[in-house]
């Protein structure tokens, strides 16, 4: 996942205050994960009013499916190469680069965190990875169309099989990760969609 750092929008004092809010959230998560928001801690290192912060917002999942959706719109697109082994494994990279970073990482945890206990924050997650996944199968659509892979080969779950292992060591197991562990995950996953374990063969 590549994240651009915070670029201002346009949009006047509202997109500015916007930012400010949301980047002091990503500080806060990074020092005290989801359940140690405070939104008048927040609003101070935001440096706007707490009233604005607590009116637009309303608590930390407010600004949790802010942040995601902000994050989401910050994604930065990806071009197809022509080489679908390089092409996973450079997904694999952002997948890796975005957990191992103690910003963004800190991040993403707070987010699955959150939409443990909280619908809204679910439906921002799923959109988030949906946007995410999105993005990278259509890779995987390429590489069927030039023969690569199986006709009828589900590109998302191509993409999923990627990012599961890397997502469990770090969030579930609490293993390390490194470019060898992302490198086993592309070589696992792609043997398994040439395979056709990713195809639906019914019909």
């Given at each position: 996942m590549d994240v651009s750092p915070g670029t201002l929008r346009p949009g006047?004092?509202?997109?500015?205050?916007?930012?400010?809010?949301?980047e002091a959230t990503q500080d806060a998560l990074g020092e005290h994960g989801f359940h140690g928001?405070?939104?008048?801690?927040?609003?101070?290192?935001?440096?706007?009013?707490?009233?604005?912060?607590?009116?637009?917002?309303?608590?930390?999942?407010?600004?949790?499916?802010?942040l995601m959706t902000d994050l989401a719109d910050r994604s930065v697109a990806?071009?197809?190469?022509g080489d679908l082994?390089?092409?996973?494994?450079?997904?694999?990279?952002?997948?890796l680069d975005a957990l191992t970073?103690?910003?963004?990482?800190?991040?993403?945890?707070?987010?699955?965190?959150?939409?443990?206990?909280?619908?809204?924050?679910?439906?921002?997650?799923?959109?988030f990875y949906a946007r995410r996944i999105g993005e990278w199968a259509r890779r995987i659509d390429l590489a069927v169309h030039r023969g690569e892979l199986p006709a009828g080969t589900d590109s998302a779950d191509v993409i999923r099989a990627i990012?599961?292992?890397l997502y469990y060591r770090t969030v579930v197991s609490r293993e390390p990760v490194d470019a060898r562990t992302a490198a086993r995950a592309v070589a696992v996953a792609l043997a398994a969609a040439r395979a056709g374990a990713f195809a639906d063969n019914r019909g």
């Open positions: 006047g004092r509202t997109a500015r205050v916007r930012e400010a809010v949301l928001l405070n939104m008048d801690q927040i609003a101070d290192r935001a440096g706007v009013g707490k009233t604005t912060v607590y009116r637009r917002w309303g608590g930390p999942i407010g600004l949790i499916t802010d990806h071009a197809d190469t082994e390089a092409d996973l494994l450079e997904n694999a990279t952002s997948v970073d103690p910003r963004l990482g800190a991040t993403l945890q707070a987010m699955i965190a959150a939409a443990t206990c909280d619908n809204a924050a679910a439906t921002a997650l799923h959109q990012s599961a292992p």
